[in-house]
């Protein structure tokens, strides 16, 4: 049985347009690249 | 294979996942297979693009421009992003119409996570007929139905939403859940179809044919008010008319009917009048035919049977006065035939006296005595049993100054009506 107000919990506001260019400067797009790097950098360190 | 080609074809592998399910239209699951793309390469322009433009297909224009300006900033050159946003920046209005149904969305769900439904409700039926691909709007609008028990409505929802994006798993969940809900409840395959196939109604003859939202266009509704003044105008000429006429029929009717009794009552007054003068002229025909034969006979006779006849036709016309002269003078011995005599006698014994002593009285009181006195005399002719004329009588010659007289009137009354009321006067007025 569908639970309403649980449905409508899972429902966010959609992004505003006022608010794109925080988005953009907040984004993190850090990639599963990014994190292995910065992990082969901290293990040859140590 | 080191980590960057490793991840580079991962996140290949999950934008090609992404690009097929975004050409059929699977674009929920499309977008989850991009945002893993990019997950496991940033750079990977093609997916970031693609999700943008998943975006903008679903009404989140906002997301969109933030994937592709990332993009844009990522790979500057040769990136499609580029012309995407010129597209977007080129079309007057285009970002600010968006902009605001996505105000009205983020309203609608505070409305509805505040329990205001039917507000919502109202707020996203607008979104959704200006922006029809705004999928997340279609969705809530298919929750808040099926919330407020329109569960048809609800279902229109969902499938709209699953036009839009065919793998929805929220709409296929609800449809899935409206289907069983109604079949538990209802146990009415019939209303199902109804809300599941509201547009199949005329291909299957077992379904209900539901109420079918129709779009009305001008002229249907000038067609419609036309055929209510023509069923309005056919009401007053069948039904309102004859009704009416039926009315102002039977109320003339009766209006002839007493105008009619009305005249016949007339005529029956106007043949008794007849009747009567008939009666009367017979009367004094008789009496010039009784007149007539006895023209020979004696003076005496003949006076008395005129006085008789001048008496009748004044009592005819209504000159009492007259008629009671003439009536005094007449003697009754000489008339053979008493019956109009005995008419007029009885007259004046039982009214006609009083009413001429009355007149008598009329004149006393305004100082006439002699007049008095001459109704009071006719009075006491035509009725000589008459103590109160004559008490009257002496009243007269006492105003007159004739004390005699008025003695010998007080005496006659004293002595010839000792009872009556009047004698007690009389005696006074001797000073008994």
Same mark, same amino acid.
């Given at each position: 049985?569908?639970?309403?107000?649980? /449905?409508?919990?899972?429902?966010?506001?959609?992004?505003?347009?006022?608010?794109?260019?925080?988005?953009?400067?907040?984004?993190?797009?850090?990639?599963?690249?990014?994190?292995?790097? /910065?992990?082969?950098?901290?293990?040859?360190? /140590? | 294979?080191?980590?960057?080609?490793?991840?580079?074809?991962?996140?290949?592998?999950?934008?090609? &996942?992404?690009?097929?399910?975004?050409?059929?239209?699977?674009?929920?699951?499309?977008?989850?297979?991009?945002?893993?793309?990019?997950?496991?390469?940033?750079?990977?322009?093609?997916?970031?693009?693609?999700?943008?433009?998943?975006?903008?297909? !679903?009404?989140?224009?906002?997301?969109?421009?933030?994937?592709?300006?990332?993009?844009?900033?990522? @790979?500057?050159?040769?990136?499609?992003?580029?012309?995407?946003?010129?597209?977007?920046?080129?079309?007057?209005?285009?970002?600010?119409?968006? +902009?605001?149904?996505?105000?009205?969305?983020? @309203?609608?769900?505070?409305?509805?996570?505040?329990?205001?439904?039917?507000?919502?409700?109202?707020?996203?039926?607008?979104?959704?007929?200006?922006?029809?691909?705004?999928?997340?709007?279609?969705?809530?609008?298919?929750?808040?139905?099926?919330?407020?028990?329109?569960?048809?409505?609800?279902?229109?929802?969902? @499938?709209?939403?699953?036009?839009?994006?065919?793998?929805?798993?929220?709409?296929?969940?609800?449809?899935?859940? !409206?289907?069983?809900?109604?079949?538990?409840?209802?146990?009415?395959?019939?209303? !199902?179809?109804?809300?599941?196939?509201?547009?199949?109604?005329?291909?299957?003859?077992?379904? &209900?044919?539901?109420?079918?939202?129709?779009?009305?266009?001008?002229?249907?509704?000038?067609?419609?008010?036309?055929?209510?003044?023509?069923?309005?105008?056919?009401?007053?000429?069948?039904?309102?008319?004859?009704?009416?006429?039926?009315?102002?029929?039977?109320?003339?009717?009766?209006?002839? &009917?007493?105008?009619?009794?009305?005249?016949?009552?007339?005529?029956?007054?106007?043949? @008794?009048?007849?009747?009567?003068?008939?009666?009367?002229?017979?009367?004094?025909?008789?009496?010039?035919?009784?007149?007539?034969?006895?023209?020979?006979?004696?003076?005496?006779?003949?006076?008395?049977?005129?006085? !008789?006849?001048?008496?009748?036709?004044?009592?005819?016309?209504?000159?009492?006065?007259?008629?009671?002269?003439?009536?005094?003078?007449?003697?009754?011995?000489?008339?053979?035939?008493?019956?109009?005599?005995?008419?007029?006698?009885?007259?004046?014994?039982?009214?006609?006296?009083?009413?001429?002593?009355?007149?008598?009285?009329?004149?006393?009181?305004? +100082?006439?005595?002699?007049?008095?006195?001459?109704?009071?005399?006719?009075?006491?002719?035509?009725?000589?049993?008459?103590?109160?004329?004559?008490?009257?009588?002496?009243?007269?010659?006492?105003?007159?100054?004739?004390?005699?007289?008025?003695?010998?009137?007080?005496?006659?009354?004293?002595?010839?009506?000792?009872?009556?009321?009047?004698?007690?006067?009389?005696?006074?007025?001797?000073?008994?």
């Amino acid at each position: 049985m569908i639970n309403f107000d649980e /449905e409508i919990k899972n429902f966010k506001p959609s992004l505003e347009i006022s608010k794109v260019e925080d988005a953009i400067v907040h984004s993190d797009i850090t990639d599963v690249q990014d994190i292995m790097l /910065e992990m082969l950098k901290k293990a040859s360190k /140590e | 294979m080191d980590i960057a080609r490793r991840c580079a074809y991962i996140s290949n592998s999950y934008y090609n &996942i992404g690009l097929k399910l975004t050409r059929e239209y699977n674009l929920s699951e499309a977008a989850d297979n991009l945002k893993k793309s990019l997950q496991f390469n940033k750079r990977n322009t093609d997916a970031r693009n693609l999700l943008g433009l998943i975006y903008y297909h !679903l009404g989140e224009i906002s997301d969109a421009l933030v994937q592709w300006v990332l993009s844009l900033n990522l @790979q500057p050159y040769d990136n499609d992003a580029d012309r995407y946003l010129n597209e977007v920046q080129r079309q007057p209005g285009l970002i600010d119409s968006y +902009g605001q149904a996505i105000t009205k969305f983020n @309203q609608a769900l505070a409305l509805s996570q505040g329990g205001t439904d039917d507000l919502a409700i109202l707020q996203l039926i607008k979104i959704t007929e200006s922006h029809k691909t705004y999928l997340r709007a279609h969705l809530l609008l298919g929750l808040l139905y099926m919330e407020v028990g329109e569960y048809r409505k609800s279902y229109r929802s969902f @499938q709209n939403a699953l036009r839009i994006d065919h793998g929805n798993t929220l709409a296929i969940r609800c449809i899935d859940e !409206l289907k069983t809900y109604l079949r538990e409840s209802q146990g009415n395959k019939k209303t !199902l179809k109804k809300v599941i196939h509201p547009e199949k109604e005329h291909e299957d003859s077992d379904i &209900i044919i539901p109420e079918p939202l129709k779009e009305h266009q001008a002229w249907q509704t000038i067609g419609n008010i036309l055929i209510g003044l023509l069923i309005g105008i056919a009401s007053v000429a069948f039904i309102y008319l004859p009704v009416k006429e039926a009315e102002i029929s039977r109320e003339y009717n009766k209006q002839v &009917i007493n105008v009619s009794q009305q005249l016949s009552d007339a005529s029956k007054t106007i043949k @008794q009048k007849d009747e009567e003068i008939q009666k009367k002229q017979d009367k004094i025909d008789s009496l010039n035919s009784e007149l007539g034969e006895i023209n020979g006979l004696n003076d005496s006779k003949r006076l008395s049977l005129q006085n !008789l006849m001048e008496a009748m036709r004044a009592y005819d016309s209504g000159n009492i006065e007259s008629a009671a002269e003439y009536f005094a003078e007449t003697d009754p011995e000489l008339i053979d035939d008493k019956t109009y005599y005995d008419q007029l006698k009885t007259y004046f014994d039982d009214d006609g006296y009083v009413a001429l002593t009355h007149k008598g009285d009329k004149f006393y009181e305004e +100082g006439d005595y002699q007049k008095a006195m001459y109704y009071y005399d006719l009075s006491i002719s035509v009725h000589p049993a008459n103590p109160v004329a004559i008490y009257k009588k002496g009243l007269c010659y006492f105003q007159m100054g004739d004390r005699k007289k008025a003695n010998e009137m007080f005496t006659e009354v004293i002595e010839k009506y000792p009872d009556h009321q009047v004698a007690e006067m009389a005696k006074r007025e001797r000073g008994f």
